[in-house]
């Protein structure tokens, strides 16, 4: 099922990937980060039932970005260019759940690659632009659950983040989900073109799915978390956030479970006896982020590298 597991504006409160579903139920598709159809500015939504359509899942602080609006060049895989690609760009942000990083005994290589979030730029441009989509890549296409969030500006504003439970082949998965975070996030308006110099993009693998029993049996920061409980209604409502999102709002695990059943829906006064009946599983992930800028950059070095004959029209630097 989609979902989406990124949070909104800070709101006040008192091993290896699965080879078939991601988490409890199981069910494929799509979330939301922190609560499937979350309302813009921070608003309750809930996750559809396992089965459902999306997910989406991030925490996005409030505020404003300057930023020129400024037309791109064309990615040299849009339109039936080469699918290849140069090596990850070194700004780019490598994150990752502790243990899941590459080098020294017992520690597997990491599977997230810059080469996937230059990816999902080239599957946005093209959509916008109008041109074909871009060709498979050459990374790995082996399935994940995974997640593609948009954030925009300086001060990183969240923009868009779905995904899903279900492990999908990465090239479909990846191009799926770009377009459904950047487009059909309910808390958001469908980008535009002007919109593409400021934005980030990330894409996270997730992996290590473990259902625990006692809520709190989880570390802020190394765990992403996905709830399930039943409301006021009597039917069974789900949740998540991203890893990283609890640390980046700067909740404890109470205020954090909290979040997420208001995200979820729930309405009534939450008490301590509640949050036990919730079922909880735990999940970490691999995460890369690439800016808009470095996404040029990477590009451009591919270009020339390739030798492809039309150039590239200068890109202009924004702040």
Not at 124 to 141: A, E, I, K, M, V
């Amino acid at each position: 099922m989609a979902a989406g597991c990124c949070g909104v504006k800070k709101q006040k409160l008192s091993s290896s990937p699965p080879s078939g579903s991601a988490g409890p139920g199981g069910g494929g598709g799509g979330s939301h980060c922190g609560g499937a159809a979350a309302a813009a500015g921070g608003e309750p939504g809930a996750l559809p039932p396992p089965g459902g359509p999306r997910l989406n899942g991030l925490g996005g602080l409030a505020g404003g970005a300057a930023g020129c609006a400024l037309a791109p060049p064309l990615p040299p895989s849009c339109g039936g260019g080469a699918a290849g690609l140069s090596p990850p760009a070194p700004a780019a942000s490598l994150l990752s759940s502790p243990g899941a990083g590459s080098g020294g005994p017992g520690c597997r290589k990491m599977v997230v690659s810059a080469e996937m979030c230059c990816f999902c730029f080239d599957v946005l441009y093209c959509h916008l632009y109008g041109y074909q989509p871009p060709r498979s890549p050459r990374f790995t296409n082996d399935p994940y659950p995974l997640f593609v969030t948009w954030k925009i500006g300086r001060d990183k504003r969240l923009r868009g983040c779905i995904g899903t439970f279900s492990a999908m082949n990465l090239h479909s998965g990846l191009r799926e989900y770009t377009l459904t975070s950047a487009l059909k996030d309910s808390r958001f308006p469908p980008m535009t073109r002007d919109e593409l110099p400021r934005l980030f993009c990330s894409v996270s693998l997730l992996t290590n799915f473990e259902d625990v029993c006692d809520y709190m049996d989880w570390e802020v920061g190394v765990h992403g978390i996905r709830i399930e409980f039943i409301n006021e209604k009597g039917s069974k409502r789900t949740a998540t956030y991203l890893p990283e999102v609890a640390k980046e709002q700067g909740w404890d695990h109470i205020q954090t479970i909290d979040s997420l059943l208001r995200k979820g829906g729930y309405k009534a006064p939450i008490t301590n006896e509640f949050r036990k009946t919730i079922k909880l599983t735990r999940y970490r992930s691999e995460k890369m982020t690439m800016s808009y800028t470095e996404y040029l950059a990477h590009r451009q070095h591919h270009h020339f590298q390739n030798g492809i004959g039309h150039p590239l029209p200068p890109y202009n630097h924004y702040s």
